[in-house]
Nanobody
């Protein structure tokens, strides 16, 4: 089992910044991919950014150049630095841990990000 605890959400004005953190604990053996998803009201959950154990990153087009995903393997923590935030970034942001050895996904509880115009 893997447990994920997210933090860092909040209310910010358009153009502002926030940094989300997600700390993983439990059976963290093997290679994995950590990612951030978001779900806005009335919309499907979408992948925002992902990062592999070795540090390879990927982003959805709408956040490229504004968001940066990173991880600290010593702390088993993944971060999402969000700059130049827009009202359309408003959503609940979820952390996901995908364990390659077991093909299992684990989700955090979600953290609300609200960007006011």
């Amino acid at each position: 089992q893997v447990q994920l605890v997210e933090s860092g959400g909040g209310l910010v004005q358009a153009g502002g910044s926030l940094r989300l953190s997600c700390a993983a604990s439990g059976s963290l053996f093997g290679n994995n991919v950590m990612a951030w998803y978001r779900q806005a009201p009335g919309k499907q959950r979408e992948l925002v950014a992902g990062i592999t154990s070795s540090g390879t990153t990927s982003y959805v087009d709408s956040v490229t150049g504004r968001f940066t995903i990173s991880r600290d393997n010593a702390k088993n923590t993944v971060y999402l630095q969000m700059n130049s935030l827009k009202p359309e970034d408003t959503a609940v942001y979820y952390c996901k841990f995908f364990q390659l050895t077991t093909s299992k996904n684990y989700w955090g509880q979600g953290t609300q990000v609200t960007v006011s115009s």
